[in-house]
Nanobody, 120 residues
Framework: QVQLVESGGGLVQPGGSLRLSCAAS????????MGWYRQAPGKERELVAA???????NYADSVKGRFTISRDNAKNTVYLQMNSLKPEDTAVYYC??????????????WGQGTLVTVSS
């Protein structure tokens, strides 16, 4: 009914940058909060950054000053600009969205995940 498709992951050297994108499609009336989570091997999934429909943002302490979340409401798309990447940023990054559908359902939707590897 609603899908999230992520792109932009890959291999980058420490200190480098990547930009993740996540596009929502389907029976969408509106999207409230959109966010990025990550899960490293052997660890629990954690919130990286979130952004409301009014562009209020929230970041994990570990990424403040390095990552920037933004969204394009016209395209139902959220972005994560990641700068000064560190090996500890290596993880699968998941997009998440709180969606109101055209049939007035309220769904929490997850993307399939995109792998970010920071290594020299």
């Amino acid at each position: 009914q609603v899908q999230l498709v992520e792109s932009g992951g890959g291999l980058v050297q420490p200190g480098g940058s990547l930009r993740l994108s996540c596009a929502a499609s389907g029976s969408i009336f509106s999207i409230n909060v959109m966010g990025w989570y990550r899960q490293a091997p052997g660890k629990e999934r954690e919130l990286v950054a979130a952004i409301s429909s009014g562009n209020s943002t929230n970041y994990a302490d570990s990424v403040k000053g390095r990552f920037t979340i933004s969204r394009d409401n016209a395209k139902n798309t959220v972005y994560l600009q990641m700068n000064s990447l560190k090996p500890e940023d290596t993880a699968v990054y998941y997009c998440n969205a709180a969606v109101a559908t055209m049939t007035f359902q309220y769904l929490e939707v997850w993307g399939q995940g995109t792998l970010v590897t920071v290594s020299s």
